[in-house]
T-cell receptor, first 112, second 113 residues
Framework: NAGVTQTPKFQVLKTGQSMTLQCAQD?????MYWYRQDPGMGLRLIYY???????DKGEVPNGYNVSRLNKREFSLRLESAAPSQTSVYFC???????????FGPGTRLTVL | LAKTTQPISMDSYEGQEVNITCSHN???????ITWYQQFPSQGPRFIIQ???TKVTNEVASLFIPADRKSSTLSLPRVSLSDTAVYYC??????????????FGQGTELSVKP
């Protein structure tokens, strides 16, 4: 049981480049989430998916898109990366009936 | 979602009991109180959740007064490994609101030898 996995672990982009962060969970959870965490800050919700086939904006969705590919996978795409998107990105999943989210190890993204 | 207020940082020594209080004056009737712990370079980890009175598990206790406008996370006999950021969250069980949880800045607990 791998839990929540994220790829890649590290990434360096140049301004304007695009990339997709991948997330997968094997716990059969309905809900999945993408957060970003800047140095010394708490987590901010980018997008979430309450169930397969649905996605909704969180606190800071601008500059990002998401795809809930199936129940297991939830990807985050940066179409045109900006230095302000330098951050650590966490994916999480949750059982719908309880507030316990399970987090992946994070992706450390630097945009130059 | 109810706004929460908690201390930015706290210091403690090994072996002491640590109490972190979270204020949530606008908590709604259906809201639960949830606490997470985050170690450096890791994602947050669920610690405990409660609705009212007291909840205890193998890691911590959660005290919630009758008016539910605040809650206190209690960590018994902390060790150096309890040094982490602790987040207090308030929200409905996700089933009723699409699963959105909002993390604040958290409380950075530093345990010293």
């Amino acid at each position: 049981n791998a839990g929540v996995t994220q790829t890649p672990k590290f990434q360096v982009l140049k301004t304007g480049q695009s990339m997709t962060l991948q997330c997968a969970q094997d716990m059969n959870h309905n809900s999945m989430y993408w957060y970003r965490q800047d140095p010394g800050m708490g987590l901010r919700l980018i997008y979430y998916s309450a169930s397969e086939g649905t996605t909704d904006k969180g606190e800071v969705p601008n500059g990002y898109n998401v795809s809930r590919l199936n129940k297991r996978e939830f990807s985050l795409r940066l179409e045109s990366a900006a230095p302000s998107q330098t951050s650590v990105y966490f994916c999480a999943s949750m059982v719908s009936s309880y507030n316990e989210q399970f987090f992946g190890p994070g992706t450390r993204l630097t945009v130059l | 979602l109810a706004k929460t207020t908690q201390p930015i940082s706290m210091d403690s020594y090994e072996g002491q009991e640590v109490n972190i209080t979270c204020s949530h004056n606008n908590i709604a009737t259906n809201d639960y109180i949830t606490w997470y712990q985050q170690f450096p370079s890791q994602g947050p980890r669920f610690i405990i959740q409660g609705y009212k009175t007291k909840v205890t598990n193998e890691v911590a206790s959660l005290f919630i007064p009758a008016d539910r406008k605040s809650s206190t996370l209690s960590l018994p006999r902390v060790s150096l490994s309890d040094t982490a950021v602790y987040y207090c969250l308030v929200g409905d069980i996700p089933y009723n609101q699409g699963g959105k949880l909002i993390f604040g800045q958290g409380t950075e607990l530093s345990v010293k030898p």
